[in-house]
């Protein structure tokens, strides 16, 4: 009773004020919080959870400082003095998270789980760290179990679409786009996404187009949304609008390698090699270490009669790995049978696009030879086998139609 009496009066007001702050009532600073709720954690006023709230709240605070380290110690601090609050360990699940440390983020999910099986959220963000660790079938599971708790979510059904894209379903992850769209129709990310999986993996390029063209209403800035379109419209052969779509996103982001290296070969194709060389050539300097923006200098550099510059360029680029060879083919050191022999590898997935880029630029290099009917060969080849979202697929349509040859 002596002690309950020493915190009458102002004290027990000051304490009140603290904790009130501490809970973040009266929208106070983070500053402020922290401040607030060291005071709670100091004071020798033991009220049951008090202590451990503050730590959670303070930790919190911490976290939105970008102080993960600290945040951290005070979840921890928080479990300490109360082992069964879920969200003491889902907020150290997620700074853990933060942190890149999956594996303890996860171990802290599942405990905050087994106290609030209800608890959408820790499932959600369990399936990223999931996704993150690269088991994606453990990702979808988590992010269904989300959607059960919270089927009006439209970020879950996003996610799950990601992961679904990741694992190459892409008619569920079109699905759950189309959920995410009909949830929230100013989902400008979901639009994209899907605009994504119509274009690379389902081959639907109007729908892509669709797609990415709500994305530039929703994201006017948004300049891979303007590349994708760009991209989609190179693969149609739709040059001049191709052309517009990558000079919008090289406006919005001058440095975007891939958009000067799109829009040089939309240069290309419709006839002006001059600027298509300019455009390759700038990607190139961006992105030094791109063997395929060298190669391209070099295949539009001959055909503007420049010299090569190949032989200079090799010093920034990895010659150990794909698509070395065919750099090896353009100069002089690897023969086309040989270049298609190194395509094999153990993956059919990836074995499936090299065998497409050798033929394509077996191809370039048989038609700087002069033998065009190899070229056109080759060509074709490319152009019936390469995946879908490969631009050598329409890069070799292209040139089958410069050379008069059956696309």
């Given at each position: 009773?002596?002690?309950?009496?020493?915190?009458?009066?102002?004290a027990?007001a000051?304490?009140?004020?603290?904790?009130?702050r501490?809970?973040?009532?009266?929208?106070?600073s983070?500053?402020?919080l922290?401040r607030?709720?060291t005071?709670?954690?100091?004071?020798?006023?033991k009220?049951?959870?008090?202590h451990?709230?503050?730590?959670?709240?303070?930790?919190?605070a911490?976290?939105a400082?970008?102080?993960?380290?600290?945040a951290?110690?005070?979840?921890?601090?928080?479990?300490?003095?109360?082992?069964?609050?879920?969200?003491s360990y889902?907020?150290r699940?997620n700074?853990?998270?933060?942190?890149?440390?999956?594996?303890r983020?996860?171990?802290?999910y599942?405990?905050?789980?087994?106290?609030?099986?209800?608890?959408?959220?820790?499932?959600y963000?369990?399936?990223l760290?999931?996704?993150?660790?690269?088991?994606l079938?453990?990702?979808?599971?988590?992010?269904?179990?989300?959607?059960?708790?919270?089927?009006?979510?439209?970020?879950?059904?996003?996610?799950?679409g990601n992961?679904?894209?990741s694992?190459?379903?892409?008619?569920?992850?079109?699905?759950?786009?189309?959920?995410a769209?009909?949830?929230?129709?100013?989902?400008a990310?979901?639009?994209?996404?899907?605009?994504?999986?119509?274009?690379?993996?389902?081959?639907d390029?109007e729908?892509?187009?669709?797609d990415f063209?709500?994305?530039?209403?929703?994201e006017?800035?948004?300049?891979?949304?303007?590349?994708n379109?760009?991209?989609?419209?190179?693969?149609?052969?739709?040059?001049?609008?191709?052309?517009?779509?990558?000079?919008?996103?090289?406006?919005l982001?001058?440095?975007?390698?891939?958009?000067?290296?799109?829009?040089?070969?939309?240069?290309l194709?419709?006839?002006?090699?001059?600027?298509a060389?300019?455009?390759?050539?700038?990607?190139?300097?961006?992105?030094?270490?791109?063997?395929?923006?060298?190669?391209?200098?070099?295949?539009?550099?001959?055909?503007?009669?420049?010299p090569?510059?190949l032989?200079?360029?090799?010093s920034?680029?990895?010659?150990?790995?794909?698509?070395?060879?065919?750099?090896r083919l353009?100069?002089?050191?690897m023969?086309?049978?040989?270049?298609l022999?190194?395509?094999?590898?153990?993956d059919p997935?990836?074995?499936?696009?090299?065998?497409?880029?050798?033929?394509?630029?077996?191809?370039?290099f048989?038609?700087?030879?002069?033998?065009?009917?190899?070229?056109?060969?080759?060509?074709?080849?490319?152009?019936?086998d390469?995946?879908?979202n490969?631009?050598?697929r329409?890069?070799?349509?292209a040139?089958?139609?410069?050379?008069?040859?059956?696309?």
């Amino acid at each position: 009773m002596a002690a309950a009496a020493l915190l009458t009066g102002p004290a027990l007001a000051q304490m009140s004020a603290d904790y009130d702050r501490c809970l973040g009532k009266g929208n106070p600073s983070i500053e402020q919080l922290i401040r607030s709720c060291t005071a709670v954690i100091r004071s020798k006023r033991k009220v049951e959870n008090t202590h451990s709230t503050a730590y959670n709240h303070r930790g919190s605070a911490y976290q939105a400082k970008g102080d993960l380290g600290r945040a951290i110690a005070d979840y921890g601090n928080a479990i300490r003095l109360d082992h069964k609050n879920a969200d003491s360990y889902y907020n150290r699940a997620n700074a853990y998270e933060g942190k890149g440390d999956y594996d303890r983020a996860i171990a802290d999910y599942n405990r905050a789980i087994r106290l609030d099986p209800k608890l959408s959220l820790a499932y959600y963000f369990r399936g990223l760290a999931w996704r993150e660790k690269g088991d994606l079938d453990r990702a979808i599971a988590d992010y269904s179990e989300t959607i059960r708790l919270d089927p009006k979510n439209a970020s879950y059904y996003y996610h799950r679409g990601n992961a679904y894209h990741s694992k190459g379903d892409f008619d569920r992850a079109v699905a759950d786009y189309d959920e995410a769209i009909r949830l929230e129709p100013k989902f400008a990310i979901a639009f994209f996404n899907r605009g994504l999986a119509w274009q690379d993996d389902k081959g639907d390029l109007e729908r892509a187009i669709a797609d990415f063209t709500e994305t530039i209403r929703l994201e006017p800035k948004f300049a891979f949304a303007y590349n994708n379109r760009g991209v989609a419209n190179l693969f149609k052969g739709d040059y001049e609008r191709a052309i517009a779509d990558f000079t919008e996103a090289i406006r919005l982001d001058p440095k975007y390698a891939f958009a000067h290296r799109g829009r040089g070969l939309a240069y290309l194709y419709s006839g002006a090699p001059a600027k298509a060389l300019a455009d390759i050539e700038q990607a190139s300097a961006l992105d030094e270490k791109d063997a395929y923006s060298a190669l391209w200098v070099d295949i539009v550099a001959e055909r503007n009669s420049v010299p090569s510059r190949l032989s200079q360029a090799i010093s920034k680029i990895d010659m150990t790995a794909w698509p070395a060879p065919l750099i090896r083919l353009f100069l002089g050191q690897m023969t086309q049978a040989a270049v298609l022999a190194a395509a094999t590898d153990a993956d059919p997935v990836k074995m499936k696009g090299q065998i497409c880029e050798a033929n394509f630029y077996s191809g370039e290099f048989a038609l700087r030879q002069g033998t065009k009917t190899e070229a056109a060969r080759l060509f074709r080849r490319a152009a019936n086998d390469c995946p879908i979202n490969f631009d050598e697929r329409s890069n070799a349509d292209a040139e089958l139609k410069a050379l008069g040859a059956t696309p």
